[in-house]
């Protein structure tokens, strides 16, 4: 409790001093515009290259088959994402721990590091490409398609407002998605059942890297980032009435920053109960069956 009654002191005067609410028109224009527009090209480029480099290859078959189509779509999709991610990871990676303030005041976690608007403009374009795609041409899942919206509303504070919370996106817009590298690999073997029976240790493998690397990125040093969750959801309950809307907005910020980091525990819970039954459920079994 008296984390969070200090929390609140410090952060009660930067909500009610809103001078300026927004980062300047240039900056918006001149700077994240740019890295938005470049990000969905790139990714558009790296999807259309990865049917001839990898998914013709990797699964062979008449390109009029509907469900040959589905499959090169599918995987062309994941292999953007996997490279996509790890660019965006090793990024953060070297910002994080290479350039982060050390010891911040609230002043610097909420208003400083104007030039990590990279790691936001960049989730912003690779999002709504990510919503596009998932939506008309890999059929995603409707949980997926709202946690590409939830990044957008996040990264959005980020972009345009000048309490943006910056300080926190090396981690949660780039040191986070090394996960998502391994869980690519992962994903194009659910959808070609054939590569587990082909290659069943090797998917035992990168279920394994998957698991460790999820665990430690998102959930282990998530518990060391969980203050800017508390700041965030602060801020528009200390705000005063005069901007409603970003008040709205930053409620909305605040909810969409609570229910991403809730998944990810959520999916914590899913890796470590299926390690759970791919090490201990299956052994019980096999060791039954060798008692009968």
């Known amino acids: 409790m008296e984390s969070l009654r200090i929390a609140m002191a410090e952060i009660e005067p930067l ?3 809103l ?3 927004y980062m300047p028109l240039e900056f ?9 527009v470049a990000t969905a090209a790139f990714t558009t480029i790296l999807y259309v290259a990865a049917f001839p480099l990898v998914s013709n290859r990797l699964i062979p078959g008449d390109a009029s088959d509907k469900e040959v189509l589905r499959k090169r779509r599918q995987l062309s999709y994941m292999t953007t994402n996997c490279i996509t991610n790890l660019i965006i990871g090793l990024l953060g990676c070297y910002y994080e721990y290479g350039f982060l303030p050390q010891n911040p005041t609230m002043a610097d976690r909420v208003q400083g590091c104007d030039d990590w608007y990279i790691f936001s403009a960049i989730q912003i374009g690779f999002q709504v490409w990510s919503i596009f795609m998932g ?6 899942q409707m949980t997926m398609i709202f946690h590409h919206m939830g990044c957008i509303c996040v990264a959005s504070m980020c972009c345009f407002l000048h309490n943006g919370y910056r300080y926190w996106t090396s981690y949660y817009f780039g040191v986070y998605e090394l996960s998502s590298v391994p869980l690519a690999f992962m994903n194009a073997f659910k959808h070609n059942k054939e590569w587990i029976t082909q290659y069943p240790d090797l998917y035992l493998a990168i279920r394994m890297i998957f698991a460790v690397v999820f665990l430690t990125v998102r959930i282990v040093m998530l518990l060391f980032r969980m203050p800017y969750v508390r700041d965030v959801n602060l801020f528009p309950y200390l705000m005063t009435n005069e901007h409603w809307f970003l008040r709205c907005f930053m409620f909305a910020v605040g909810a969409s920053s609570t229910w991403l980091c ?21 052994k019980r079994k096999a060791d039954s069956k060798k008692d009968q």
């Open 262 to 282: 809730s998944l990810q525990y959520y999916w914590g819970y899913l890796v470590i109960t299926g390690i759970y039954k791919q090490f201990f459920v299956k």
């Open 15 to 17: 909500a009610q001093e």
């Open 19 to 21: 001078d300026p609410v």
């Open 28 to 36: 918006a224009t001149g700077r994240v515009l740019p890295a938005v």
């Open 135 to 140: 939506t008309f041409f890999v059929e995603e």
